[in-house]
């Protein structure tokens, strides 16, 4: 009786939740929301098991934490040009709040799903691993956002405007 109050719980939470159900919507194949709800609140209780009464704050800090402000993109190389470029041009661009919130949460999902692939963990299990390595500031997501944010520093010269950090 138990087990089935805490799934509703968190089956109410997870519908209720924006940043949830942006989570949901990137985590959704094919139209199986139900699938990507029960992954989702899953991984919330895994989380919460391990850490009572903490798997919100886990999950919200995890999201803010990989949340990127700034995004990379290469130049396109001239079609004629006379000096050949051997280096890559990298053009930093500020993003949005809401673009960045869904580029954090698209690289959460993404390593989730290498490491249950690497290692033969459900989707939830490794989800709730990466949350938590999110939260606590490691992991591969944010090497990776610390990463770009660097590149977009050493190539800030090419862009005329102030970029964060």
């Known amino acids: 009786m138990l087990k089935t109050n805490n799934n509703y ?12 159900t ?3 919507n990137l985590l959704m194949r094919h139209g199986k929301r139900s699938k990507a709800e029960k992954v989702l609140s899953r991984a919330l209780q895994n989380l919460d098991k391990n850490y009572p009464g903490q798997a919100l704050h886990i999950f919200y800090s995890g999201v803010i934490n990989v949340k990127q402000d ?9 079609r004629k040009s006379r000096n050949k470029q051997s280096y890559n041009i990298y ?7 809401v673009c960045g919130l869904g580029l954090g949460i698209r690289s959460i999902i993404k390593a989730s799903k290498d490491r249950s692939q690497s290692s ?5 299990e490794s989800l709730s691993q990466e ?4 939260s606590q500031n490691k992991g591969g997501v944010v090497e990776k956002k610390y990463k770009v944010h660097g590149l977009a520093l050493a190539n800030k010269r090419r862009v005329h405007f102030d970029i964060p950090g």
């Open 120 to 124: 033969f963990l459900p989707l939830w």
């Open 91 to 97: 053009l930093p661009r500020v993003i949005s709040p």
């Open 131 to 134: 949350l938590l390595q999110a």
């Open 22 to 24: 942006k989570m949901i």
């Open 70 to 78: 700034v995004a990379v993109r290469l130049k396109p190389k001239p």
């Open 9 to 20: 719980l968190y089956s109410l939470r997870v519908k209720s939740d924006p940043l949830a």
